[in-house]
């Protein structure tokens, strides 16, 4: 898009359902936050009626509450228990089946229709987990057919952050709270005692495009700079904060820190950061057959480093302790990726943190390492030598 | 990424928990080439998939052999297969060993136990190419006599003048004439310019360690020391994450590593 500023515009809240109601017309999946089970969980939706107007949520180390606010704004909470991973890396999926036929076997390659998908309310640091995904899942050698598959038909409508959670930290991955970039519409919602309208601004053609089809006006340079300032009262709000300069390396030379003992007595290895997080990307696989042990097939369902047969090997496990798994998995996300993918594998969204039922805190931890560089080194315990 | 169905051509037993398959390759009229070192992923119908290096000859693409231990589900019901049944095969994977900067250098080869069977291409190699390297040592460990692969290879390429080859095992037995202990009690013995050789181990991890080691101590750098590791693959595409070892995916970025470029790892617990 060239000359984003003539493609800012204002939409009334009710002329924002017409916009889904749009998208939807247009075959698009709708897909958005709405409440179920005491949390903003992501799921199909039907247009604006199914958001959680007038809900909010609250965050903290082991803690998720959702709570009324006294309005009814639209996208006036943080991230919940689910990220778009669910969407495009799906938990669960059958890669191919294989029948037995009288001389072995034949495989048959799924071809399954994809549907094309409307994500509503994707948070910057979202965005960019997106984009950490593309580039594992697509940005190499072997392309993930059935996610370059869903991605490539998402329309995305990111909704810019206009408060932070107390376990945010977007901030500090240079992740958020404002996007600049990879949406087809961006929206800042605006809600005060006189007015709740929607700042937009369209990313693509085919962002401006939908656009054009609802009533807006376009944006003065008040209703620009109001929304450029929402988000920036959000920056200033950070919840955490994590120092990154040379975490790679702190992290490379501190595999032996005395810490990693300690947060292991706490962490119960039971997967859920993993799971939360929106750019862990590992998945197992298993070969299953019929009752009748005609039919096979391969599912692949999301896996996670703290489960003990992820790092089985004949003989025994690589990593049996708990200690090593979460080395592991926070060395892995804000060290190796850097190697693996060119970027961070941490987008600050503080899922992990606030879905852990220890409160463990991935900001406290690398801190903790920060604070004691080099601690444990001395003691001899690197190697088997 | 799915599995072409091919027949089992030869079943062969090695030891008591190895055996050998010889595989119609998928494509008949090319076969299957490959990279000394490389590993294809192996599925049986139904059970499930395990990654198992080929052992076959590079120069002999139409013949797909692998050499594998029976220690799981999938590799003991294969290790009772008949001729003529059908196993699904996806690959050739993963980096191999360094045929290519090893010319003109002394090449040391230490395997332990089935360790041995992804170096046997590139001794297929060496011995056919056998002009273009210096001085060439195979070292070989097995736990007991009966252990020993390959043994009657072992024996003709310890036959040969152009080859040093020695044979170690763990447990001597009343006919047992040879060395007893570990495969890196053998380094003594072997001739070479360590400025100028290239190693190639292939083991269990602890043994590679202490071969990296001695190594080191007789003066040959981890630059020229080449490992073929070993962690848990499922896609063999990089993205299933089990294989990471530090920053590196075993099955794209490895199997056979430089050892300087894993250094920082090689050795550290659990990692």
Redesign the interface.
């Known amino acids: 898009m060239q000359d984003r500023a003539n493609h800012r515009f204002v939409v009334t809240r009710h002329d924002f359902s017409m916009l889904l109601a749009t998208l939807r017309e247009r075959g698009y999946l709708l897909l958005g936050p709405t409440l179920r089970d005491q949390a903003i969980v992501y799921d199909e939706i039907n247009g604006a009626e199914d958001l959680p107007a007038g809900w909010t949520d609250e965050q903290e180390a082991g803690q998720y509450k959702v709570k009324r606010r006294d309005d009814n704004a639209l996208f006036a909470y943080n991230v919940g228990p689910h990220s778009w991973k669910k969407f495009l890396q799906l938990p669960s999926l059958t890669?191919?089946k294989?029948q037995?036929t009288d001389?072995?076997?034949?495989?048959e390659?799924r071809d399954e229709a994809t549907p094309r998908m409307a994500f509503i309310g994707v948070r910057p640091c979202e965005l960019r987990a997106i984009a950490v995904q593309d580039q594992?899942?697509t940005g190499?050698?072997?392309i993930?057919p059935d996610y370059a598959r869903r991605r490539k038909h998402a329309f995305i409508v990111t909704v810019q952050c206009t408060q932070a959670g107390n376990t945010c930290f977007c901030v500090s991955m240079g992740t958020g709270p404002r996007a600049e970039e990879g949406f087809d519409l961006a929206v800042t919602e605006i809600i005060d005692t006189h007015r709740h309208e929607f700042v937009i601004e369209a990313g693509t053609d085919t962002g401006a495009e939908i656009l054009a089809r609802v009533p807006h006006r376009s944006a003065s340079e008040a209703d620009w700079q109001n929304a450029q300032s929402a988000t920036q009262r959000t920056a200033e709000q950070m919840g955490r904060q994590i120092e990154t300069s040379g975490i790679r390396e702190l992290l490379?030379r501190n595999?032996?820190h005395p810490r990693w003992d300690e947060v292991a007595d706490r962490c119960l290895a039971c997967t859920n950061c993993t799971m939360v997080c929106p750019t862990c990307?590992?998945?197992?696989?298993e070969?299953?057959?019929d009752l009748a042990?005609q039919t096979?097939e391969r599912i692949q369902r999301w896996?996670s480093?703290f489960n003990s047969r992820?790092?089985?090997?004949?003989?025994g496990i690589?990593?049996?302790?708990t200690?090593?798994r979460y080395r592991?998995w926070l060395t892995?996300k804000l060290?190796?990726w850097?190697?693996?993918f060119g970027s961070s594998g941490c987008v600050g969204c503080g899922r992990c943190i606030s879905w852990c039922p220890a409160g463990i805190d991935i900001t406290e931890e690398v801190a903790a390492i920060r604070a004691n560089d080099g601690g444990g080194m001395e003691q001899g315990r690197?190697?088997?030598? | 990424m799915v599995p072409h169905p091919v027949s089992i051509r030869e079943l062969q037993r090695e030891t008591h928990d190895t055996f050998t398959l010889t595989l119609e390759p998928p494509d008949r009229d090319q076969g299957l080439s490959f990279i000394p070192g490389q590993f294809t992923m192996l599925y049986l119908f139904g059970t499930g998939e395990v990654p198992i290096s080929i052992s076959g000859d590079p120069a002999y693409p139409m013949r797909l052999v692998h050499t594998i231990r029976a220690v799981g589900s999938v590799t003991r019901t294969m290790q009772h297969m008949q001729r003529g049944s059908m196993l699904g095969v996806r690959g050739p994977f993963g980096k191999g060993w360094p045929v290519e900067e090893a010319r003109g250098k002394d090449i040391v080869i230490i395997a332990g136990g089935i360790g041995l069977a992804p170096l046997r291409p590139v001794i297929y190699h060496l011995l056919r190419e056998r002009g273009d390297y210096e001085h060439i040592s195979i070292l070989y460990g097995a736990r007991c006599p009966a252990d020993i692969l390959y043994s009657r290879e072992l024996e003709s390429w310890g036959g040969r003048f152009d080859v040093d080859v020695s044979v170690t095992i763990d447990y001597a037995t009343t006919d047992w004439y040879g060395d007893v202990g570990v495969v890196t009690s053998l380094l003594d013995k072997v001739r070479c310019d360590p400025g100028k050789t290239v190693v190639m181990t292939c083991g269990p991890e602890i043994m590679m360690r202490f071969a990296a080691r001695e190594l080191n101590r007789i003066g040959i750098t981890d630059e020229h020391i080449y490992v073929s590791m070993e962690r848990n693959m499922q896609c063999a595409a990089g993205t299933c994450g089990h294989c990471q070892y530090g920053p590196s995916f075993v099955c794209k970025d490895g199997p056979v590593f430089r050892l300087d470029r894993i250094r920082p790892f090689f050795g550290t617990r659990e990692i």
């Open positions: 890669l191919w294989a037995k001389n072995g076997f034949k495989v390659e594992v899942l190499g050698d072997h993930d490379y595999a032996e990307f590992c998945t197992a696989v070969d299953v057959t042990g096979a896996d480093c992820y790092s089985y090997i004949h003989g690589v990593r049996p302790s200690r090593s592991q892995h060290a190796y850097h190697d693996q690197k190697t088997n030598e």
